[in-house]
């Protein structure tokens, strides 16, 4: 999978995350920030396999992790989005 592709799994898993998370509704322009997670996610994934020699460009090893980092990274920035001010 080339870099194209891990942005293109970054944003399906941004969309897909965003729509299927239990706070979306209270997360105000959520969707924007999902997306950016996601492909953050996926990215950062793909590098550190690459850097620690995990593994190589399109080995099976690299679709699970990265997708599983995109989905971490997009339900913490959905969660911290919905999140309300402490009203003093």
Do not use: N, S
């Not at 969707?31 to 690459?50: E, H, I, M, N, S």
Request: aromatic share 10%; glycine share 14%.
């Amino acid at each position: 999978m080339g870099w194209p592709g891990v942005i293109f799994l970054g944003l399906v898993v941004g969309c897909a995350g965003w729509w299927l998370h239990p706070m979306r509704r209270a997360a105000r322009g959520g969707l924007v920030v999902a997306l950016a997670a996601g492909v953050l996610g996926a990215v950062l994934a793909k590098v550190a396999g690459r850097v620690t020699g995990g593994f190589y460009d399109g080995e099976l090893l690299e679709w699970p992790l990265c997708t599983a980092l995109a989905l971490v990274f997009v339900m913490a920035a959905v969660a911290l989005r919905a999140r309300r001010p402490a009203r003093t």
